[in-house]
T-cell receptor, first 113, second 111 residues
Framework: DSGVTQTPKHLITATGQRVTLRCSPR?????VYWYQQSLDQGLQFLIQ???????AKGNILERFSAQQFPDLHSELNLSSLELGDSALYFC????????????FGPGTRLTVL | QKEVEQDPGPLSVPEGAIVSLNCTYS??????FMWYRQYSRKGPELLMY????GNKEDGRFTAQVDKSSKYISLFIRDSQPSDSATYLC???????????FGAGTTVTVRA
């Protein structure tokens, strides 16, 4: 158990809908990262927050957004969902902003029908 | 060319064998190197974390980094059926945030 928690574990929804994924980092970790894992693309970095501020964006679609709250938990919002958004979404956390070990949560499996 | 190349396998070995995994990368600026283990439909679990070149050992696991060849390796000694999983290499630049992952190698250890 990495100490990173994610909810929900599974999410099934329809195209065009909007969903919110939630992540709580390990105690003491200030950085939160979101990754998407699909069969064809592997693990892809989406976005990073550090102590409430957005620090970096990766391959994140404009339909996706995230935020980190004062208690350091983070939410990833996915809107106007498409079939291709079906994937595993992982949250990871680390103590530092850069170069640190990242610890992953159990993931949320999103299925868009 | 992908930034990080990893043979997806699959790799099947008998119990007790040494498992040898490797990744190559194209950007010599990578400084931090990691190996993650991922069981089916679970989150990646950090196994080894190394900085720059050299070897690191932790129990049955040994990680090697050869920056001159842009090549990293993970060795698993005395492999067990519980080691059956997908192994992902990952790396990052100094003063950077994101991890660049290999595609992952699926390993099966036969009892």
């Amino acid at each position: 158990d990495s100490g990173v928690t994610q909810t929900p574990k599974h999410l099934i929804t329809a195209t065009g809908q909007r969903v919110t994924l939630r992540c709580s980092p390990r105690s003491g970790d200030l950085s939160v990262y979101w990754y998407q894992q699909s069969l064809d693309q592997g693990l892809q970095f989406l976005i990073q927050y550090y102590n409430g501020e957005e620090r970096a964006k990766g391959n994140i679609l404009e339909r996706f957004s995230a935020q980190q709250f004062p208690d350091l938990h983070s939410e990833l919002n996915l809107s106007s969902l498409e079939l291709g958004d079906s994937a595993l979404y992982f949250c990871a956390s680390s103590v530092v902003n850069v170069g640190g070990e990242q610890f992953f949560g159990p993931g949320t499996r999103l299925t868009v029908l | 060319q992908k930034e990080v190349e990893q043979d997806p396998g699959p790799l099947s070995v008998p119990e007790g064998a040494i498992v040898s995994l490797n990744c190559t990368y194209s950007n010599s600026a990578f400084q931090y190197f990691m190996w993650y283990r991922q069981y089916s439909r679970k989150g990646p679990e950090l196994l080894m974390y190394t900085y720059s070149s050299g070897n690191k050992e932790d129990g049955r696991f040994t990680a090697q980094v050869d920056k001159s060849s842009k090549y990293i390796s993970l060795f698993i000694r005395d492999s067990q059926p519980s080691d059956s999983a997908t192994y992902l290499c990952a790396m990052s630049f100094p003063n950077d945030y994101k991890l660049s992952f290999g595609a992952g190698t699926t390993v099966t250890v036969r009892a």
